[in-house]
């Protein structure tokens, strides 16, 4: 059915008068910030591959070959079957949104307040935002078509050490390989109950320094960089505590009343509020070495938009697609780590 021009919603909203030209305020999200797009996602910071997904080679044992002999001694040479394959699959998001050619005609000329595509478009780009937000920090549901969040790839526990095993619903472990019968595939956890220095604090030193394993041979890793590349996320409760502790120990703040907000860091990693974790009660806390961690993309399918596309049965409506295939990757789980106050998963 053909739509007339005033049953138009969103072309009668961008015409009225004494609006202003070509700005608007946008209150349709409810995030202060979209770390996933806004950075994970930057093309200069992914990856990109071919096939069905990624595979890696991951050494989860040694052979134990070495041993002290004496002179003349016979010897006993065994080959340890030390490595296995993580796999992971690529999983495929999707938005859009679309147009009347005839609305961009009734929205040009001098009372033109926005353009209208750029209005439609934003809105898809805002969705696509809040489902990779939701994505990434919520609990993964089992399904096989959403990709993989942080808490596929980080477990936590109750008790201290390298406890962060599978997820409930993912029985053969994080990228195919089990952590039940690797467990040097387990992340490092810990439980902590206050914000200050003699708990929290301390118990992040020793997840910081318990997570830098450093190889005694030199091997062709995957690493993108060696050493500690930490981004310590957490929500707003846990960065102003740890921002307060900033305070308390610096004597020359000066006249600014909040110096650290958006300085504070831990090892100079810095610390990143992420508002989707104000929901979470245990207070999680996320240490990810972006040297083992990573996003990646089929190639050419990087935020891939096409369009306007002529809608069947609709000749005058064009409809536009943004597409990614994608998921996240980790090559060492024992460099990543999860506090809370409760040790839940």
């Given at each position: 059915?053909?739509?007339?021009?005033?049953?138009?919603?969103?072309?009668?909203?961008?015409?009225?008068k004494?609006?202003?030209?070509?700005?608007w305020?946008?209150?349709?999200?409810?995030?202060?910030?979209?770390?996933?797009?806004?950075?994970?996602?930057?093309?200069?910071?992914?990856?990109?591959?071919?096939?069905?997904?990624?595979?890696?080679?991951?050494?989860?044992?040694?052979?134990?070959a070495?041993?002290?002999?004496?002179?003349?001694?016979?010897?006993?040479?065994?080959?340890?079957?030390?490595?296995?394959?993580?796999?992971?699959?690529?999983?495929?998001?999707?938005?859009?949104?679309?147009f009347?050619r005839?609305?961009?005609?009734?929205?040009?000329?001098?009372?033109?307040?926005?353009?209208?595509?750029?209005?439609?478009?934003?809105?898809?780009?805002?969705s696509?935002?809040?489902?990779?937000?939701?994505?990434?920090?919520?609990d993964?549901?089992?399904?096989n078509?959403?990709?993989f969040?942080?808490?596929?790839?980080?477990?936590?526990?109750?008790t201290?050490?390298?406890?962060?095993?599978?997820?409930?619903?993912?029985?053969?472990?994080?990228?195919?390989?089990?952590?039940?019968?690797?467990?040097?595939?387990?992340?490092?956890?810990?439980?902590?109950?206050?914000?200050?220095?003699?708990?929290?604090?301390?118990?992040?030193?020793?997840?910081?320094?318990?997570?830098?394993?450093?190889?005694?041979?030199?091997?062709?890793?995957?690493?993108?960089?060696?050493?500690?590349?930490?981004?310590?996320?957490?929500?707003?409760?846990?960065?102003?505590?740890?921002?307060?502790?900033?305070?308390?120990?610096?004597?020359?703040?000066?006249?600014?009343?909040?110096?650290?907000?958006?300085?504070?860091?831990?090892?100079?990693?810095?610390?990143?509020?992420?508002?989707?974790?104000?929901?979470?009660?245990?207070?999680?806390?996320?240490?990810?070495?972006?040297?083992?961690?990573?996003?990646?993309?089929?190639?050419?399918?990087?935020?891939?938009?096409?369009?306007?596309?002529?809608?069947?049965?609709?000749?005058?409506?064009?409809?536009?697609?943004?597409?990614?295939?994608?998921?996240?990757?980790?090559?060492?789980?024992?460099?990543?780590?999860?506090?809370?106050?409760?040790g839940?998963?």
């Amino acid at each position: 059915m053909a739509l007339s021009h005033d049953q138009i919603l969103d072309l009668v909203k961008t015409t009225q008068k004494e609006l202003g030209k070509m700005r608007w305020t946008e209150i349709a999200t409810d995030l202060q910030e979209y770390e996933v797009l806004s950075k994970m996602l930057k093309s200069s910071k992914v990856k990109f591959s071919t096939g069905e997904g990624l595979q890696r080679n991951v050494m989860v044992d040694q052979s134990g070959a070495a041993k002290h002999v004496g002179l003349y001694n016979s010897d006993d040479v065994n080959v340890g079957d030390v490595m296995q394959v993580l796999d992971v699959p690529f999983r495929h998001t999707t938005t859009n949104y679309a147009f009347d050619r005839r609305e961009r005609a009734m929205n040009e000329g001098p009372e033109q307040i926005v353009e209208l595509v750029k209005v439609r478009r934003a809105d898809a780009m805002i969705s696509l935002a809040k489902l990779l937000e939701d994505t990434f920090w919520d609990d993964h549901g089992g399904d096989n078509v959403t990709p993989f969040g942080i808490r596929y790839w980080i477990q936590g526990a109750t008790t201290q050490g390298f406890n962060g095993g599978n997820h409930a619903q993912f029985a053969s472990g994080p990228g195919n390989l089990s952590a039940s019968d690797y467990p040097r595939w387990s992340n490092y956890t810990d439980k902590f109950t206050n914000f200050t220095k003699s708990d929290l604090v301390k118990k992040l030193r020793k997840a910081h320094r318990l997570t830098d394993f450093k190889s005694p041979v030199d091997i062709p890793d995957y690493r993108t960089s060696k050493g500690q590349n930490y981004r310590i996320y957490m929500n707003e409760e846990s960065i102003s505590a740890l921002e307060d502790i900033g305070e308390a120990q610096n004597e020359n703040l000066g006249r600014d009343l909040a110096s650290m907000d958006g300085n504070i860091s831990f090892r100079r990693n810095p610390l990143v509020y992420i508002p989707k974790l104000d929901a979470e009660t245990n207070k999680p806390i996320y240490l990810v070495n972006w040297g083992v961690f990573s996003v990646f993309f089929l190639k050419g399918e990087h935020l891939r938009e096409d369009g306007p596309l002529r809608v069947a049965g609709q000749h005058n409506v064009y409809q536009v697609h943004v597409d990614l295939s994608w998921n996240s990757l980790c090559v060492d789980r024992r460099r990543l780590a999860k506090l809370s106050t409760d040790g839940a998963a």
